[in-house]
C-alpha cells in the first residue's frame, strides 16, 4: 500500500556516537575550548538539519574530576551535545584498542596488527569487556535524556553492542544503527572472537544501514551463516523479530561548499594559493592519517609517474594534507614515521633549490581553507585501501563547478559506486596503473574533463548528507508502524 512519510514534522533526533561534533581543549578548571572534530561521520551529521537534534558522544578527553565535568557540559550544551565520560582505561581499551585496533583494521580488510597479533589475541577478551562498559555508558546517557517518541540514531562501529543495551533498557524505543564503514565479507567477521554477540546486539535495532548495497548483503550473509538466522528481501528474521537492513548512501551539505566558494576569505585564499603554485599543476590529497587511506601507496605511485615523466618534475606538486588521528594507537605512530620518510626520500631525490615536488602537512586546514584548495587544484587524488564511502571525493567534485578539475578515486571507497561513471577509478595497490592515470588526469582534454566533473556534480549536489538523514529516520519510523501492524494481525 501506500508509504507512510515523516518528513514533515521536526521530530526530536537523538544521535549516539563516539565523536562529538566538537572536541574539547583544557584551559585551566572549569573553562574549555571546543574545536571542530575531522571525520566523516561529523561532517555528514553536520549537514543533517531538518530534526530537532541532540548529540550523545564521549567528550574526546578525559575529565577525571566534577568540576570540569560540569562546566565541559555546560559548554556542550550550547551546542545541543551531551557528553558521556570515560575514564582513561576504558578510552585506552574500548578506543585505542577494540574499536581502532580490531575493529577497524578487520573491517577494512587491514586484519589485525601483524607484530603484535599474539599480544591482542591475549588482550582480546578484556577490551571487548570495556567495550560493552562504554556501549552501556552511552546507554545511561541515552537513558537520561531519552523522551517518549524520540529516534535514537546510533552510529558506528563503535557502538555495536548500543542498540541491545537500549532494547533492554526500554523494549518501545525507536533504534536504528549505521555503519560508517564497511561491513566485510562474512569470511572475516567469522574471525572476531565477539562475532555472536555483536551480531546479536545490532539486530537488536529495528532499522539497520549501511552506505552501500555491498556492505547490507554482507552483513545479511554474516547473519545467516554465522547466526544461522533466515535472511528475507526485508532484512533478517529471528524467532519473529524482523530487523530491517538497506544501503543509504550518505553524501555531504553540498551547499554549504558551494556558497563558501564565494566568501571574500576564501576568494583570498584561492588567490595566494595560485599565486604560490604559477605555472604548476596541483595534485591534492586530503586525509586522515590513516593506514586506510593509502597515504604510502598514494606518494609512491606519484613517485612511479615522476620517475617515468621527467619533464613534469618542476611543473607538478602533490599537496598531502594529512591530519592526524588516534596518535595513541602504536599503528599509526608507525605510519606517521613511515609516510614521513618516504616523503623525505622523494623529495631530496627531485627536489631542487626551488622546489618540491611533494608538500605534506600534518594537520587539519579550516573549512574556508579547504575549500580554497579543493576548488584551485587540478586533480584529486583519493587512494583508499577500503572506505566506507570518502566524502573528501565529494568536497572535491562540490568545489570543482568553474575548474572541472579529475577526481582519481580507489575502487574499494564506496564512491566508487557512485562517482565511478566520472572518476579514474583506480586499485591503489597497483602503483604502475595509480601513476600511468595521473598522466592521464594531468593531460586530459577540458570536453572530457568536462564531461566527467558534470557526471559527479549532478550526484553530489542531488543526494546530500540531508537527505540521506532524512530517509534514514523516515525509514526507521515506516518500519516501527509496520512492526506494529504486524503484531496487532
Ligand atoms: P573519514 O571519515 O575516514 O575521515 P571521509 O573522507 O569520509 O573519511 O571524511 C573525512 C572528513 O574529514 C571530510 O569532511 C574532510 O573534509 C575532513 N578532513 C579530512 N582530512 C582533513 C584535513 N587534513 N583537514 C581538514 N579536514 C579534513
Ligand atoms: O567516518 C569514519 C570514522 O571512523 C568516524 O566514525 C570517526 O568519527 C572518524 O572516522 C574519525 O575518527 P575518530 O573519531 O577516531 O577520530
Known amino acids: 500500500g501506500e508509504r507512510l512519510d515523516f518528513r514533515t514534522s521536526k521530530q526530536r533526533l537523538l544521535v549516539v556516537a563516539n565523536r562529538l561534533p566538537v572536541s574539547a581543549v583544557r584551559h585551566g578548571e572549569d573553562s574549555w575550548q571546543l574545536e571542530m572534530s575531522v571525520g566523516g561521520l561529523v561532517t555528514a551529521l553536520l549537514g543533517v538539519k531538518e530534526f530537532d537534534t541532540r548529540w550523545i558522544g564521549w567528550a574526546g578527553v578525559n575529565v577525571p574530576d566534577e568540576i570540569g565535568q560540569k562546566a565541559l557540559a555546560k559548554a556542550l550544551d550550547e551546542k545541543r551535545c551531551i557528553p558521556v565520560f570515560l575514564d582513561e582505561e576504558v578510552v585506552h581499551q574500548y578506543y585505542n584498542g577494540y574499536c581502532n585496533n580490531i575493529l577497524w583494521p578487520l573491517f577494512h580488510y587491514i586484519g589485525l596488527p601483524q607484530e603484535d597479533r599474539l599480544a591482542t589475541t591475549r588482550s582480546f577478551q578484556s577490551q571487548f569487556d570495556a567495550y560493552k562498559k562504554a556501549n552501556q555508558l552511552f546507554a545511561d546517557v541515552v537513558n537520561e535524556h531519552y523522551e517518549e517518541g524520540d529516534v535514537v540514531w546510533c552510529h558506528d562501529y563503535h557502538l555495536m553492542f548500543l542498540p541491545k543495551c537500549l532494547k533492554e533498557r526500554n523494549s518501545k524505543m525507536k533504534v536504528g544503527w549505521f555503519l560508517h564503514t564497511p561491513f566485510p565479507s562474512s569470511e572475516i567477521h567469522r574471525m572476531l572472537p565477539s562475532r555472536l554477540e555483536l551480531l546479536r546486539s545490532v539486530l537488536a535495532a529495528d532499522l539497520v544501514g549501511f552506505h552501500t548495497y555491498d556492505y547490507a548483503r554482507h552483513f545479511v550473509s554474516a547473519c545467516t551463516r554465522i547466526l544461522g538466522l533466515e535472511g528475507t528481501p526485508e532484512g533478517v528474521e529471528d524467532q519473529g523479530?524482523?530487523?530491517?537492513?538497506?544501503?543509504?548512501?550518505v553524501g555531504i551539505d553540498s551547499e554549504r561548499f558551494i556558497k563558501a566558494l564565494?566568501?571574500?576569505e576564501v576568494q583570498d585564499h584561492m588567490k595566494v594559493l595560485k599565486q604560490?603554485?604559477?605555472?604548476?599543476?596541483?595534485?591534492?590529497?586530503?586525509?586522515?592519517?590513516?593506514m586506510i587511506k593509502g597515504i604510502p601507496q598514494k606518494i609512491l605511485a606519484f613517485e612511479k609517474f615522476l620517475e617515468e615523466n621527467p619533464n613534469w618534475c618542476n611543473k607538478v606538486v602533490l599537496l598531502q594534507i594529512a591530519v592526524p588521528t588516534r596518535t595513541d594507537v602504536p599503528e599509526y605512530q608507525k605510519l606517521t614515521s613511515q609516510v614521513h620518510e618516504i616523503v623525505g626520500r622523494i623529495n631530496?631525490?627531485?627536489g631542487s633549490l626551488t622546489a618540491v615536488p611533494i608538500h605534506h602537512l600534518d594537520r587539519s586546514l579550516d573549512f574556508h581553507e579547504l575549500c580554497a584548495l579543493y576548488a584551485v587544484?587540478?586533480?584529486?587524488?583519493?587512494?583508499?585501501l577500503r572506505d566506507g564511502m570518502n566524502l573528501v571525493s565529494y568536497e572535491y567534485v562540490a568545489c570543482q563547478e568553474s575548474k572541472k578539475g579529475v577526481l582519481i578515486l580507489s575502487e574499494f571507497a564506496g564512491a566508487a559506486q557512485s562517482l565511478g561513471a566520472g572518476a579514474i577509478l583506480v586499485n591503489p595497490w597497483n602503483v604502475t596503473e595509480v601513476a600511468s592515470s595521473i598522466g592521464y588526469a594531468l593531460n586530459m582534454p577540458a570536453d572530457e574533463r568536462e564531461k566527467r566533473?558534470?557526471?559527479n556534480f549532478k550526484h553530489v549536489i542531488s543526494h546530500t548528507a540531508q537527505e540521506?538523514?532524512?530517509?534514514?529516520?523516515?525509514e526507521l519510523n515506516v518500519t516501527i508502524v509496520e512492526a506494529q501492524l504486524r503484531t496487532r494481525q
Do not use: Q
Request: hydrophobic share 50%; charged share 25%.
Open 241 to 249: 523479530k524482523l530487523t530491517r537492513i538497506a544501503a543509504f548512501p
Open 262 to 264: 564565494e566568501l571574500p
Open 276 to 290: 604560490r603554485f604559477a605555472g604548476r599543476k596541483v595534485m591534492l590529497g586530503v586525509d586522515r592519517l590513516d
Open 348 to 350: 631530496g631525490r627531485f
Open 377 to 384: 587544484t587540478d586533480v584529486a587524488l583519493v587512494t583508499s
Open 453 to 455: 566533473h558534470h557526471h
Open 468 to 474: 540521506w538523514a532524512a530517509t534514514f529516520v523516515s
